[in-house]
């Protein structure tokens, strides 16, 4: 079955360092999505990213955050100079329909544990 | 804007016990309607869904309706069993994005 892969599985990074989270999604999929959860607390809305370009952001998503599909295949989360608060499971998502669909499904990945020090 | 409400937990119950987690909604749209599982250590699965008023969703013995005259989407299940223990997310999808509850934690006990 297919499934949306993550890499890697944890990352520690030092505060003000930049990271890149690596996300594969199916590769029938074009709408694809980031999304975070501090521990104990929701999972919340970063980005969605369709046709190459951010569809839509949350408040969230601010000037040190970006992302990209540099391929084919892969879909990245960067973020620029990270802060103590980044800390957070990174969730990527996948769907073949926009979520507006009554038929959208959002498929997660297992996640990236990113630690800033 | 669109916004998901779910019952706080912590929720233990026994084993063969009745569940219900309550899920509320409101939304501009339509939306689509959705409960995400996430087990220790695992990411977010897809548990059921509705996609309009009145469907129920239902996998693994779970089931939640689709009410709009309540916009609730509330999560049952007739026989808890110890490996459903995990936390629960209610969601709702009506753009490109998706919004979550806070999710409910459910231990079940032996």
């Known amino acids: 079955e297919p499934e949306v892969t993550q890499t890697p599985s944890h990352q520690v990074t030092q505060m003000g360092q930049e990271v890149i989270l690596r996300c594969v999604p199916i590769?029938?999929?074009?709408?694809f999505y980031w999304y975070r959860q501090i521990l104990g607390q929701k999972v919340e809305f970063l980005v969605s990213?369709?046709?190459?370009?951010?569809?839509?952001k949350s408040e969230i998503f601010d000037d040190q955050f970006s992302v990209e599909r540099p391929d084919g295949s892969n879909f990245t989360l960067k973020i620029r100079s990270t802060k103590l608060e980044d800390s957070a499971m990174y969730f990527c998502?996948?769907?073949?329909?926009?979520?507006?669909?009554?038929?959208?499904?959002?498929?997660f990945g297992p996640g990236t544990r990113l630690t800033v020090l | 804007g669109n916004s998901v409400t779910q019952m706080e937990g912590p929720v233990t119950l026994s084993e063969e016990a009745f569940l219900t987690i309550n899920c509320t909604y409101t939304?501009?749209?339509?939306?689509?309607l959705f409960w995400y599982v996430q087990y220790p250590g695992e990411g977010l699965q897809l548990l059921l869904k509705?996609?309009?008023?009145?469907d129920k969703g239902s996998n693994k013995g779970f089931e939640a309706t689709y009410r709009k005259e309540t916009t609730s989407f509330h999560l049952e299940k007739g026989s808890v069993q110890v490996s459903d223990s995990a936390v629960y997310f209610c969601?709702?999808?009506?753009?490109?994005?998706?919004?979550f509850g806070a999710g409910t934690r459910l231990t079940v006990k032996p």
């Open positions: 998502a996948s769907s073949d329909l926009p979520g507006g669909s009554s038929y959208n499904e959002q498929f």
């Open positions: 590769s029938n999929h074009l709408y």
């Open positions: 990213f369709y046709n190459n370009e951010i569809s839509e």
């Open positions: 939304a501009t749209g339509y939306p689509s």
């Open positions: 509705a996609t309009k008023a009145d």
């Open positions: 969601a709702l999808s009506d753009r490109d994005d998706m919004r």
